[in-house]
């Protein structure tokens, strides 16, 4: 598929460490680049057709993930995940402070963070994947004080990898939870509806063919209601249709030795969506939604390894890369 336009917008390398990213308004009108590599976070805020760094925090800890949500009078929060605790920063008098945080808890390893109103309270909720507690931690935000309150915790079969949350069909309830865990030498994948009474446990694929390494939702089909996709260890994308179970409608070609970063939205000056794939030999492959065949419809070489990927309100595609470097790409097939 021709492109009427893919062009790097801006960049920054140094960053000292594999690269993190998500996008947010947090300073102002429009979404900031948010980027977290080794013990730091920094905040990219747009100006014209470049961004510049408006602020930076020493964390003291490796971040181990990186989401941004939990709206407060429309502006949104950053949420890191550390080996211990999850920290909640908000943006006042120019710089990122630190908002509310979690209780320690010692060796727990938030390896993933998912951000959605999962009980319905009109709140995002902070799900938090623990890998060595083998857990989902939940947590709400405080009407007060420092701490994010702990709903519950729900235990995994196994070792916590990723975790996102997804409307099913269009109904007009809370979305559901999707956990990928470590089972072996392979992944499990299954969901969870956070009610009062608990967890409900939904449909699940216990035994999958290899790894879980990225995992994303979004309207991928034809049928009404978000699907899940997720990049494996072996460089192949799936996309999973949720109805009485679990199931597998497509799986990709072979787009590189392994798929760090997927994200889906729509794509600056796109009409229709794209579910993008990063990959560390440094390519972005782009399927157009509905999601269809197993072949992308276009791909982009960045020349940098591919870590992690984030699409802005704006339909500008983030990248963090394995080499501490952070990117701003503006890609399109539909203009002129």
Request: charged share 20%; proline share 5%.
């Amino acid at each position: 598929m021709p492109f009427s336009l893919a062009e790097t917008t801006w960049h920054k390398d140094g960053l000292n460490g594999t690269v993190q990213v998500g996008w947010g308004t947090i300073s102002g009108a429009r979404s900031d680049l948010v980027a977290a590599a080794g013990e730091k976070a920094f905040l990219f805020t747009p100006a014209d057709q470049t961004y510049f760094l408006s602020s930076s925090v020493a964390l003291g800890k490796r971040v181990l993930a990186l989401a941004v949500g939990l709206p407060v009078s429309g502006s949104y929060q950053v949420v890191l995940g550390f080996e211990d605790t999850v920290k909640v920063y908000g943006w006042r008098a120019g710089e990122l402070y630190a908002l509310w945080e979690t209780e320690s808890d010692p060796g727990a390893r938030f390896v993933d963070l998912a951000l959605a109103d999962i009980d319905g309270d009109g709140k995002e909720e902070v799900i938090a994947a623990s890998e060595s507690k083998e857990a989902l931690y939940i947590f709400r935000m405080p009407e007060g004080g420092m701490r994010l309150n702990l709903a519950a915790i729900r235990v995994l079969p196994g070792p916590a990898q990723k975790v996102t949350a997804l409307a099913l069909k269009g109904e007009q309830r809370p979305p559901v939870i999707a956990a990928a865990y470590r089972n072996n030498g392979a992944s499990g994948l299954f969901l969870l509806t956070y009610t009062e009474m608990g967890f409900v446990e939904g449909p699940a694929m216990v035994n999958l063919s290899t790894n879980v390494t990225s995992l994303t939702k979004g309207d991928l089909r034809t049928r009404p209601g978000e699907e899940i996709a997720w990049g494996g260890a072996d460089g192949m994308l799936r996309v999973m249709e949720v109805n009485r179970q679990l199931e597998s409608t497509l799986i990709s070609d072979n787009l590189g030795s392994v798929l760090p970063a997927l994200t889906s939205g729509r794509l600056w000056g796109e009409n229709s969506g794209t579910l993008i794939a990063g990959t560390p030999e440094g390519y972005l492959f782009g399927f157009k939604l509905p999601v269809e065949q197993k072949s992308p419809d276009w791909a982009v070489r960045i020349n940098r390894p591919i870590n992690d990927l984030a699409l802005s309100n704006e339909g500008l595609i983030g990248i963090g890369t394995a080499d501490g470097g952070v990117q701003v790409w503006k890609v399109s097939t539909e203009m002129g």
